[in-house]
């Protein structure tokens, strides 16, 4: 017998909001525990950025040298 009658199947979309629900509600609790905790995650996504941004033009360099 099948265990997920009745059940909507699983989508990308429902996942999706499933996570969204998921990581929310964790930055919510992290948030009330730590009040610096914005101002981390803040920081580390600019260092995210920075370093992607930077991969970014080391690879096209070369690009740019050849079209020029």
Do not use: Y
Request: proline share 3%; glycine share 2%.
């Amino acid at each position: 017998m099948r265990r997920n009658v009745g059940r909507k199947p699983q989508t990308s979309a429902n996942l999706a909001a499933f996570l969204h629900i998921i990581d929310t509600s964790r930055l919510l609790q992290a948030l009330r525990n730590d009040k610096k905790c914005i101002f981390t995650a803040a920081r580390l996504a600019q260092d995210a950025s920075d370093w992607l941004l930077s991969r970014m033009a080391v690879e096209t360099a070369p690009e740019l040298e050849a079209a020029a």
